[in-house]
């Protein structure tokens, strides 16, 4: 096993256990330089990579190492260093390779105007847009299809009816692919308009370190300036009094410029905690689209162009057996087939439904779902709908209240088959008549109420999450 080989295997586990903002922003360009067994050495573009992976990651990379060496690793650190040519992992079947991706877009945004001199003394402001996120390469699939829609829409004729765009669902489920495609359609039929990518917390960390040098004209020339501005895990804006301040007039003076604003979180934005009303009102001003999780055929053929972009073939049973086993998102899918691409190119053999069946048994993916528990189930309603755990608990008979205990009522009987009785002890010692008939109200509105069908889909993801 080499070096290259190790660290493609290592970067399959890690997949399966980030965001895919967060795997691409701090995995690219990373590599191992040194590897005997029991001391490894990564390579990192740059130096605040490094202590990010350092602070953040270091345990999990370590563990994914080890998973696939077998061998307890003593040591394991990070160097900056650059490597000119990546070595080329073995094709498991001859294919013509399709050509190289076009370079990134850069943001269209002075560096030097917010007091950094290069790109690398300020990773939070070098995002650029990935250029292979675009809509072709996008499955559209009946969960998706409204989200992938009104994406084209915007793309085509940004700063109109749709505006702002708000995408919401799961992790792993294709939003930041959307968002960034929004902009690289925009960019191929306009080279010259000013995009601009961020993640909240890059948002938050340049306006804190905009308020702290004293440069916050900068900061509104950054973001305030521009044709499109696309604004990933919004949801993270909780508790951020002057970063939601700061949104909220960068928001007003983009659409009044009638300029075009994508958003996206991983609920909507009612869901949001401790979102002031203000900000509210204006994400809920323009669409929202929810993003679901993938049915099986859009499982399959998610896994056929994953195939077709690793130049490796895959037969009809094989593909059926991992997308009926790994259900929840596209990034774990993803995550799967890099496995298994690793572990036949260590053993450069061609896959088949006997040797990829332990390997998507090792993930034990129906674990999870047998260890939800009735706490887990409450703790999760009330978080979606931003209540206590107390309240629902109580005797108050509010409508913010009472509805999300209905729905955890139909969740306990739905997905727990626990008895009405118990469903009401579990409700802070409620008669079972009570739960009964909550669970009747829950099924009849959902035959025709798509925002609750939607809403418990994302509740479900959550609880299965982990």
């Given at each position: 096993?080499?070096?290259?080989?190790?660290?493609?295997?290592?970067?399959?586990?890690?997949?399966?256990?980030?965001?895919?903002?967060?795997?691409?922003?701090?995995?690219?360009?990373?590599?191992?330089?040194?590897?005997?067994?029991?001391?490894?050495?990564?390579?990192?573009p740059n130096t605040f990579t490094k202590a990010w992976l350092e602070k953040k990651y270091h345990k999990d990379i370590l563990n994914a190492i080890q998973n696939i060496t077998e061998h307890p690793i003593k040591g394991l650190g990070y160097r900056v260093e650059t490597r000119a040519s990546t070595p080329v992992p073995v094709v498991l079947k001859e294919v013509e390779p399709e050509p190289a991706p076009a370079p990134t877009?850069?943001?269209?945004?002075?560096?030097?105007?917010?007091?950094?001199?290069?790109?690398?003394?300020?990773?939070?402001?070098?995002?650029?847009?990935n250029s292979s996120y675009t809509f072709d390469s996008f499955v559209v699939g009946k969960q998706n299809e409204l989200a992938h829609a009104a994406a084209q829409a915007v793309a085509a004729h940004p700063g109109g009816t749709y505006n702002p765009v708000f995408v919401y669902g799961d992790v792993g489920l294709g939003k930041t692919h959307l968002l960034q495609a929004i902009g690289?359609?925009?960019?191929?039929?306009?080279?010259?308009?000013?995009?601009?990518?961020?993640?909240?917390?890059?948002?938050?960390?340049?306006?804190?370190?905009?308020?702290?040098?004293?440069?916050?004209?900068?900061?509104?020339?950054?973001?305030?300036?521009?044709?499109?501005?696309?604004?990933?895990d919004?949801?993270?804006?909780?508790?951020?009094?002057?970063?939601?301040?700061?949104?909220?007039?960068?928001?007003?003076?983009?659409?009044?410029?009638?300029?075009?604003?994508?958003?996206?979180?991983?609920?909507p934005p009612k869901a949001i905690a401790a979102l002031e009303k203000r900000l509210l009102s204006r994400l809920e001003w323009g669409m929202l689209v929810d993003v679901g999780a993938p049915d099986?055929?859009?499982?399959?053929?998610?896994?056929?162009?994953?195939?077709?972009?690793?130049?490796?073939?895959?037969?009809?049973?094989?593909l059926q057996y991992?997308?009926?086993?790994?259900?929840?998102?596209?990034?774990?899918?993803?995550?799967?087939?890099?496995?298994?691409?690793?572990?036949?190119?260590?053993?450069?053999?061609?896959?088949?439904?006997?040797?990829?069946?332990?390997?998507?048994?090792?993930?034990?993916?129906?674990?999870?779902?047998?260890?939800?528990?009735?706490?887990?189930?409450?703790?999760?309603?009330?978080?979606?709908?931003?209540?206590?755990?107390?309240?629902?608990?109580?005797?108050?008979?509010?409508?913010?209240?009472?509805?999300?205990?209905?729905?955890?009522?139909?969740?306990?009987?739905?997905?727990?088959s626990i008895s009405y009785p118990s469903i009401g002890t579990e409700l802070g010692g409620r008669d079972h008549t009570t739960a009964m008939h909550a669970y009747s109200k829950i099924a009849k509105i959902l035959k025709d109420d798509d925002q609750l069908n939607r809403d418990l889909d994302l509740i479900k993801q959550k609880m299965y999450a982990g």
């Open positions: 096993m080499n070096t290259h080989e190790l660290w493609q295997a290592a970067l399959g586990e890690l997949e399966l256990k980030l965001s895919k903002a967060h795997f691409t922003t701090w995995f690219r360009n990373t590599f191992i330089i040194e590897y005997d067994k029991h001391q490894v050495t990564v390579g990192v877009h850069p943001i269209n945004a002075s560096y030097e105007s917010l007091g950094f001199t290069s790109r690398e003394e300020s990773p939070r402001s070098s995002t650029a847009i690289n359609s925009m960019l191929q039929r306009n080279p010259n308009a000013r995009v601009l990518y961020a993640s909240c917390e890059q948002f938050t960390n340049d306006f804190i370190h905009a308020v702290r040098t004293g440069r916050a004209k900068a900061f509104k020339d950054r973001y305030r300036t521009v044709d499109l501005l696309l604004i990933d919004i949801q993270f804006i909780t508790g951020k009094e002057g970063t939601q301040e700061e949104f909220f007039h960068t928001f007003n003076t983009l659409h009044q410029d009638n300029k075009q604003i994508v958003i996206c979180s991983d609920r099986l055929e859009t499982r399959i053929a998610i896994l056929q162009l994953k195939c077709q972009n690793k130049t490796i073939s895959l037969g009809r049973d094989t991992i997308a009926s086993n790994i259900q929840s998102n596209v990034r774990e899918l993803e995550g799967a087939l890099n496995k298994i691409v690793a572990v036949h190119q260590f053993k450069n053999i061609q896959p088949s439904l006997e040797t990829i069946i332990p390997i998507i048994d090792s993930f034990d993916v129906n674990t999870i779902k047998k260890t939800v528990s009735p706490k887990h189930i409450i703790q999760t309603v009330t978080e979606y709908f931003d209540i206590s755990i107390e309240d629902v608990l109580g005797k108050s008979r509010e409508k913010r209240l009472a509805f999300p205990r209905q729905i955890i009522m139909y969740l306990l009987r739905e997905e727990m």
